[in-house]
């Protein structure tokens, strides 16, 4: 063994002793850490020939990258839509990294992964109230998410007029409705080979929503002439957190033939909760739904999961078979991941999730999102009373979408996010919402609590008077 590696092994408790106090640190601190930081390192580090070892590498990871960081998992880190970390979930996330387990097949030796990312889709049906006619599997993110789903439907889509794309590749224009998609929905139809100029963009229902509008929903329908396609729809739209009506979309599968599929990467979370669920009514129609875990769960990034219904199985092995490795056998029979979704190896991804669902329960999980909620109202009230700002959109869940008042201001509304952002204490990000310059707030964080929304229109109210606005 090189002699480094035979240190960093001896050292081994010291060392992984010696990060969890960093780690600590971090996490205790994490209020006076600013949001963002301007500061850069220079990439161009030459490699050493002989190895520093695990503390040397620590220690430079202190000095040169750590005063770098963000307090990105801290309560005033509002964009995107991004939660932070659970202690449970860091737990398991360290567990993941220390058994390194390779999430696969359930059959071989070691297939406990496997049951453990079983288990925790089932955790997951449980939480969120839907059926086990679903079954899920762990991915990097919602856009991995939407992939896998959208590569289903694809398959789906050919198998409709006897082709396999996944053989023989697209032959066939796919036909894909939608009103308001997530940017990585229409990245994914490119990744797809389906193109993402290729779809009908439906109408919103009128009034400052972001909801398809059910009635030119079925025109578009009825122009297709019985030919069948796929729904992209909404459970949370990011600028204004907007939901389809997915009872009425349920009543169009029982007369027109299509893939129905839900991004619901955070507003699927809505369902844990008795205020909130019956924006989700009627989801458990879809054929695929895509949720994050490293949004609203609050686990570290890298965690996603899909759902797909259990009927389409073939068609979802079709789409994923690793048939290059011929020694895997029957994917039905000798059940593997690598056949169902697009990675092979995969790391234990479920851990950090199953570690959290176990630790904070229903409850847990319904208080998160309702807390949430209550601060983006709070929030917004405080923007309402406050001469400076308008509201872009009533808030509907956690998400609250502003600008500047008037639009004499709207010349100004990057250089006051740019300014807020820098003072550090919190952030948000751009938008563009009805034709005009917004910022967006998302409450997702389980750390966040009423003293940083007051922190947080301290530090709106300030950026207004510094810049004489
Ligand atoms: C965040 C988000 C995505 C993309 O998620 P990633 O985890 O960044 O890949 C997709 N759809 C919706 C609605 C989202 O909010």
Known sequence: MNSVLQNDLNDLENILNQTKQHGLSFLNNLENIPTSNKNRIDPTRVLNELGLGSLAALEEFKERLAPLMVASPGPRYLGFVTGGSTPASIAGDWLASVYDQNTQAIKTQGGVSALIEFETIN????????????????????????????????????AQSGKDFAKNGISETINILTATPHSSSIKTIAMLGIGSNNYTTIKTIEGNREAIDIADLEKNIQHLNGKPFILISSAGTVNTADFDDFEAISKLKEKYKFWWHIDAAFGGFAAVS???????????????????????????????????????????????????APYLGNALENFNYLNVLPENSRRLRALPVWFSLVAYGKEGYQDIVENSAALALHFANALIEDDNFELLAPIRLNNVCFTLKGDHNQENVSQFLTELNDRGKVFMTPTFYEGRKGIRASFVNWRTTENDVKIIVKELKETISDLDL
């Open 123 to 158: 955790l997951l049906l449980q939480l969120l109230n839907l059926p086990e006619s679903f079954s899920g599997g762990f991915v990097t993110g919602a856009t991995m998410s939407n992939f896998t789903c959208l590569g289903v439907a694809r398959q789906w889509f050919g």
């Open 274 to 324: 008795e205020k909130f669920k019956h924006l989700t009514d009627g989801w458990e129609g879809a054929d695929s739904i895509t949720i994050d875990c490293h949004k609203w769960l609050n686990v570290p990034y890298e965690s996603a999961f899909y759902l797909i219904k259990k009927e389409h199985i073939n068609h979802q092995v079709d789409t994923f078979q690793n048939s290059n």
